[in-house]
Each structure stands twice: as structure tokens, then as C-alpha cells.
Nanobody, 123 residues
Framework: QVQLVESGGGLVQAGDSLRLSCAAS????????MGWFRQAPGKGREFVAA????????NYADSVKGRFTISRDYAKKTVYLQMDSLKPEDTAVYYC????????????????WGQGTQVTVSS
């Protein structure tokens, strides 16, 4: 089992920045992929970004490329999502996710979910 706990959500204005954190515990290993999905009101859950514990190039949704940056600290078992130039359409509940051997934009690649953290961007 893998437990994921998110933090860092909140209410910001358009153009502001926010950093989300996801602390992983349990049976984590370097072979896991970690990442973020989000779900806006009335919409389905969508892929945001992913990275592998062991390194390599991260993967981003087109809608966040150039604005969001995913990173990880394996020693702390923590994954971060730095969100810059936030837009009202980024408003959603953000979920940390883990999957082996990696996360893809497909929901089926996710083995574990966090409880979610709300991000609200006002215009």
C-alpha cells in the first residue's frame, strides 16, 4: 500500500503562483511514477503532470506546459507541483497519484490516489 497526502492548495488570483506538495509513505520504491491529476466542477479527472522517482524527463499536459513544473525529492518521498501564471481555468481539486512503473495520462495507470487539495484561481 502507498499513502499520499497533499498540501498547499488555496485561493489565489489570476497570475499568482502556488506550490503543491505530496508526501508519500508506505511501499514506495524508485520504480514508481508520481504525478498530479485534477478535476474541475462538472468535469472529469484529467492528467496534469508526471515524473518517475528515479528521474528522467517529466511529462505535462499541453494546458500546463510552460507554467507548471513537477519535481521530486526521493529522500523526502515528496513530489511537488509548482504552478505559475495561474488562470481561472486551473481551478480544480488537485490529486496526487502514484502508479507502477509509471504514470501516463490514462486514469488506469494510477494505482493510488491522495485525498485531493482545492486550488481556486479568481479572475
Amino acid at each position: 500500500q502507498v499513502q499520499l497526502v497533499e498540501s498547499g492548495g488555496g485561493l489565489v488570483q489570476a497570475g499568482d503562483s502556488l506550490r503543491l506538495s505530496c508526501a508519500a509513505s508506505g511501499r514506495t520504491s524508485s520504480s514508481y511514477g508520481m504525478g498530479w491529476f485534477r478535476q474541475a466542477p462538472g468535469k472529469g479527472r484529467e492528467f496534469v503532470a508526471a515524473i518517475v522517482w528515479s528521474g528522467g524527463s517529466p511529462n505535462y499536459a499541453d494546458s500546463v506546459k510552460g507554467r507548471f513544473t513537477i519535481s521530486r525529492d526521493y529522500a523526502k518521498k515528496t513530489v511537488y507541483l509548482q504552478m505559475d501564471s495561474l488562470k481561472p481555468e486551473d481551478t480544480a481539486v488537485y490529486y496526487c497519484a502514484a502508479g507502477s512503473p509509471m504514470l501516463t495520462p490514462a486514469l488506469g495507470s494510477v494505482g493510488y490516489w491522495g485525498q485531493g487539495t482545492q486550488v481556486t484561481v479568481s479572475s
